[in-house]
């Protein structure tokens, strides 16, 4: 497993601008090994970690490592990570990335269960957040897009 997951993110090559990892069984052993790929990596636009049971401490781990070289090195758009088994605190740190990713434009995050208190913290970083470019969230609350209405 590991060797799949860290052969692409090398960073002599860290020139990748789309990875899917989906249904990997990577858990948090592989959020660690996923974010040691990522340092310095400015092209990545879309990461699928869908299904791959990374709870809270794994999304912690990946959030930690895209947001580490600041707004300015991430070129992330889409971050798919449907059920993960994520509450809360992977809620929290999904609502940190929000905050500070300037190229985030979609976020998935169906399948996972934040409760009311972690989709509050999401909507308090959208709210907050003068810099989200964020337009497209999934739940399985609700899907908000820009184009959402009434």
């Known amino acids: 497993m590991f060797a799949f997951v860290s052969a692409p993110l090398d960073r002599k090559a860290n020139t990748f601008c789309a990875r899917s990892l989906y249904n990997n069984d990577l858990g948090p052993e592989g959020a660690i090994t996923i974010a040691d790929g990522l340092k ?8 699928d970690v ?18 580490a070289g600041g707004p300015e090195s991430g070129a992330l758009r889409r971050l798919l990570c449907a059920d993960n088994g994520a509450g809360v605190a992977g809620a929290g740190a999904l609502a940190h990335l929000i905050c500070t990713s300037t190229s985030l434009q979609l976020l998935d995050l ?36 820009e184009f959402t209405t009434d």
Request: hydrophobic share 35%; charged share 25%.
């Open 50 to 67: 869908s299904h791959n049971a990374l709870g809270d401490a794994g999304l912690k781990i990946l959030v930690d490592a895209l947001v």
């Open 40 to 47: 310095g990596n400015t092209t990545l636009t879309s990461l």
């Open 110 to 145: 169906r399948g996972n269960d934040p409760t009311d208190r972690g989709l509050e913290k999401i909507g308090h970083a959208l709210l907050e957040s003068k810099k989200s470019m964020l337009g497209y969230l999934r739940s399985d609350a609700f899907d908000l897009s």
